[in-house]
């Protein structure tokens, strides 16, 4: 995912703790070789991207990825154009969904929830995997976390 702090972002990501899918925010300042390199890496199946922010378009820089590795089986675009191969984000709120539709059996606390990339500054950004528990453990244990000088 791909996107800029916006309500769409939390959405998605309280949608995949509840499926049990693998959330992977990308910031919304990298650009081509770094989304290319996380894409492939991450092996990821879903892509959520805006038209546009900032005066730069992710449709264009996603378009041309095409060319050297394989994008997602589904790219979502929260935007107000149409696109021939990517799904609007709207067009999922649409859609009319079950509560009896199948969800996981349980999502285990040491599942993974998250991959956190680094800013890549020298090479690479570099992926950290974190489950439901190293996310939630600021929660439980935030005083912790305090800095004393």
Known sequence: MQLPNWTETVIIYLACTRIGAIYNPIPATARYQEVKYILTLCESKVFFVPESFRNFNYI??????????????????????????????????????????????????DDPLVVLFTSGTESNPKGVVHTHNTVLYGTYHGENFRCHT
């Open 60 to 109: 264009a820089m996603t378009e041309a990825m095409e060319n050297e590795i394989e994008l997602p089986n589904v790219v979502i675009v929260k935007g107000h154009k149409a696109y021939q191969s990517f799904i609007p984000y709207e067009a999922l709120l649409s859609e009319k969904h079950s509560e009896s539709e199948e969800l996981p059996e349980s999502v285990n606390a």
